[in-house]
């Protein structure tokens, strides 16, 4: 209930100027057991574009544990028959989900900006994401490679097997509505799962875009089943749900926390992507402007609101001068405004909550003793942005390596500059953070670049390029406080989203102990 008054307090501070409240808004039901129904309680919530507050997107279902209850009644009944469809024909599927969802693109791209805000271009490749991921991971349904390997008796032989762990629970956040889903829902469905998906409670109609694709591409009812609602309610119900063997959750570490804790009262399996602190290294040989180009990237792409943003620029000393001043000029002179705008180079950030957290941030780092706030830092509140969520593109210049706004997960514009005078310094200050999950070096000596790769404790690092541009071929994920040891997206997910069974088939007609009975003419 709290959180259900936090979010409505979330939603009508999220006026800024009276809103003018349509009848024709749409409702939008929760999906149970193949079906579009409203929620128990027959309450709604609202979903406001962050650009515009006027603009109402739709009233989706309010859920309760009782539509969680259903919604896994309906996952169970679905259970047997889709783990018994063989994989490839489960594939086949999903590759009919990821010509829909291409055929789509631009129409769920334009409805994610008017929810999530980010430009088109960004919203676009978060589309683009869900379709890679599903192109990629139906593929699996001809792989999902077990193996074989010598008994050590005779006549005896041994494998092993993915099997589906069961019925999941998928927990979203709302800075990647369409692309995070995926990543969760689609190697569930390969491996043979049924899953209940709850989107952030800001950003349901894409993850609402993805799930009605999954009817359209023919996926039997009961095995994919939608609840929107706010996280405490929905959220939690999820969680606790004794009869979800896997919880996959994508969040805050804070409240991937409470996830885990409820995961292991009741020894669900829980994986967990969570919060980041990210850093670009940049050396003295450095290649200055590329290394701008991808920290203004890394820092002010989706509005610093990525879990893999630039939010910390380690950069050597001999340049750092040069370094901000560039980096400064650069921030001022991007355009920011309504995502759906062609000219915007970066949109609003998500909500009123959001503003009051970075801004605080802000006003922090104005009082940290020695840091300079460079450029930025106001809200923006007159004309087209009125109605928004508004933030400066801002950059803290001087900044100490412990000070909060270097060691603090933002999400939002902001970013913090941090002299360094050696490489060794450099990955100190950049492992020096609770988070673990993107790094990056910008330099032109192969030695000191292999140097990073090997001593920067993170699950992404990347090379002459920003810290952000995951592909999703490849594991993702991070150590420390961003996870909790598992990888999502390459085939690495599928040891989340499947269990190995161990076989074997003696065929010799006789009892053969294992580590007692010795081979003739052995032991
Ligand atoms: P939150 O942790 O606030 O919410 C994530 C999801 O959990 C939402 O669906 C939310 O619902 C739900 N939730 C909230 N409370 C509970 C609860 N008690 N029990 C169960 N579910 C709950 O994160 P944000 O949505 O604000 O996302 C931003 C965070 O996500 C950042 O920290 C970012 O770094 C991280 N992130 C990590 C990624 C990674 O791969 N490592 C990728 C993307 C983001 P509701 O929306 O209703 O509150």
Redesign the pocket.
């Known amino acids: 209930m709290a959180?259900a008054k936090?979010?409505l307090a979330k939603n009508n501070s999220r006026q800024t100027s009276p809103r003018i409240v349509r009848s024709s808004v749409k409702t939008y039901d929760n999906y149970i057991g193949g079906k579009w129904v409203p929620s128990e309680s027959g309450e709604h919530f609202e979903n406001i574009n962050p650009a515009d507050t006027n603009d109402i997107i739709g009233r989706f279902a309010l859920s309760t544990s009782k539509d969680v209850n259903a919604a896994v009644n309906a996952a169970r009944e679905a259970f047997d028959g889709w783990r018994n469809t063989p994989a490839p024909r489960r594939a086949e599927i999903l590759f009919r989900l990821g010509e829909i969802l291409l055929g789509n693109k631009p129409r769920f791209t334009a409805d994610m900006t008017r929810e999530m805000g980010k430009v088109l271009k960004e919203a676009g490749g978060d589309v683009q994401e869900a379709i890679d991921c599903t192109y990629y991971t139906a593929g699996e349904g001809r792989r999902l490679h077990g193996f074989t390997t010598p008994a050590e008796m005779p006549d005896k032989f041994a494998m092993c097997v993915r099997q589906p762990v069961g019925l999941c629970g998928l927990?979203?956040?709302?800075?990647?509505p369409m692309a995070?889903p995926s990543w969760k829902l689609i190697p569930a469905l390969v491996c043979g799962n049924t899953v209940v998906l709850?989107?952030?409670?800001?950003t349901p109609f894409s993850t609402y875009n993805l799930v009605e694709a999954c009817e359209q591409a023919g996926i039997p009812p009961g095995v994919v089943n939608l609840v929107t609602?706010?996280?405490?309610n929905?959220?939690?119900a999820?969680?606790n749900h004794t009869a979800l063997r896997l919880i996959s959750?994508?969040?805050?570490?804070?409240?991937?926390r409470?996830?885990a804790s409820?995961c292991a009262e009741r020894n669900a399996i829980c994986s967990l992507?969570?919060?980041?602190k990210n850093v670009i290294i940049v050396m003295e040989d450095a290649d200055i402007d590329l290394a701008i180009e991808g920290a203004v990237w890394g820092a002010f792409g989706t509005s610093g609101?990525?879990?893999?943003a630039s939010s910390r620029l380690v950069v050597h000393k001999k340049i750092y001068k040069q370094f901000c001043k560039k980096l400064v000029e650069h921030a001022k002179r991007l355009r920011v405004g309504n995502g759906a705008d062609a000219k915007t180079d970066m949109g609003p950030v998500?909500n009123a909550d959001a503003v009051k957290k970075i801004m605080g941030y802000i006003d922090i780092g104005q009082k940290e003793d020695g840091a300079t706030l460079a450029c930025g830092g106001k809200r923006l509140t007159r004309g087209e942005y009125a109605r928004g969520f508004f933030i400066e593109p801002t950059v803290f210049t001087d900044v100490a390596p412990d000070m909060r706004i270097a060691q603090e997960?933002i999400?939002g514009p902001v970013t913090t500059v941090i002299p360094t005078r050696s490489l060794d310094e450099a990955v100190e200050i950049a492992n020096g953070v609770r988070y673990g999950?993107s790094a990056a070096i910008y330099t032109t000596d192969v030695n000191r670049a292999f140097r990073a790769m090997n001593d920067m404790y993170t699950g992404i690092f990347y090379v002459n390029a920003s810290t952000i541009g995951a592909e999703v071929h490849l594991p993702?994920?991070?150590t420390k406080a961003?996870?909790n040891g598992h990888r999502?997206a390459g085939t690495q997910v599928l040891d989340i989203f499947s269990e190995w069974k161990s076989i074997y088939v003696d065929y010799s007609g006789k009892l053969q102990r294992a580590q007692i009975d010795m081979v003739e003419g052995m032991g």
Not at 171 to 176: K, L, M, V
Not at 229 to 232: H, L, R, S, T, W
């Open positions: 959180q936090k979010a927990i979203t956040p709302w800075n990647f995070i709850k989107p952030a409670e800001d609602g706010y996280g405490e929905a959220g939690a999820i969680t959750f994508t969040g805050s570490t804070e409240t991937g409470t996830v409820a992507e969570m919060g980041g609101q990525r879990c893999t998500i997960e999400f999950l993702f994920g991070g961003t996870g999502e």
